[in-house]
């Protein structure tokens, strides 16, 4: 079963635009929801995070805005450039468990 | 970067033959985990270690085994690979756990097993 929901499965942005990934999850206990990135042939790399206790952060391009009643969290990407196509995960983690990941949302922005 | 190196980097084998996945960190971090990563499932835990000698299970353990006898090296070893093990291996560190450790991900090991 799937801890952490994410969707889109596959995103195609103009270079310019808002790209928005979602995610849901079930578990309350869930505390800590990063975002990472991955480049074809890499391993994915920290992009930003959040905890439940505020409803948005932003850095640079990037803001993670959470919704805590409905369990609900999402990455939005301003000003998407083509430097920005990669494949994103959420995730979120229980304080002595373990990171539970999305299943990634593969964005490609057009120039 | 992080000073991860995995190896082998790519590795085709047959099925039923044994596999051993290395990770190697330079930056001396407590936490080191092995993910697994497929289409359509996103990165799922396969087993991760909170010291040298201490290893724990995660979510998908079944048919493969690690160890971690030095600070810097984390095995894992498929004793009979099978054709649902074909996937990306990860490796990651963190200094700390959770939500006060960036997990600091190796560039992946790709096995295909026949």
């Known amino acids: 079963q799937q801890q952490v929901k994410q969707s889109p499965q596959s995103l195609i942005v103009q270079k310019g635009g808002i790209s928005i990934i979602n995610c849901a999850y079930e578990?309350?206990?869930?505390?800590?929801f990063p975002w990472y990135q991955q480049f074809p042939g890499k391993g994915p790399a920290l992009l930003i995070a959040?905890?439940?206790?505020?409803s948005e952060k932003k850095e640079g391009r990037f803001t993670i805005s959470f919704n805590k009643s409905a369990k609900q969290f999402s990455l939005h990407i301003m000003d998407s450039q083509p430097g920005d196509s990669a494949t994103y995960f959420c995730?979120?983690?229980?304080?002595?468990?373990?990171?539970?990941f999305g299943t990634g949302t593969s964005l490609t922005v057009i120039p | 970067d992080a000073g991860i190196t995995q190896s082998p980097r790519h590795k085709v084998t047959e099925t039923g033959t044994p596999v051993t996945l290395r990770c190697h960190q330079t930056?001396?971090?407590?936490?080191m985990y092995w993910y697994r990563q497929d289409p359509g499932h996103g990165l799922r835990l396969i087993h991760y270690?909170?010291?040298?000698?201490?290893?724990d299970k995660g979510e998908v353990s079944d048919g493969y085994s690690v160890s971690r006898s030095k600070t810097e090296d984390f095995l894992l070893t498929l004793e009979s690979a099978t054709s649902s093990q074909t996937s990306v291996y990860f490796c990651?560190?963190?200094?700390?756990?959770?939500?006060?450790?960036?997990?600091?991900f190796g560039e992946g090991s790709r096995l295909t097993v026949l």
């Open positions: 578990n309350t206990a869930f505390d800590y």
């Open positions: 990651a560190i963190s200094e700390r756990q959770g939500d006060t450790g960036e997990l600091f």
């Open positions: 995730a979120a983690y229980n304080t002595g468990n373990q990171f539970y």
């Open positions: 930056e001396n971090h407590r936490y």
């Open positions: 959040i905890r439940p206790d505020v």
């Open positions: 270690s909170y010291g040298v000698k201490d290893t």
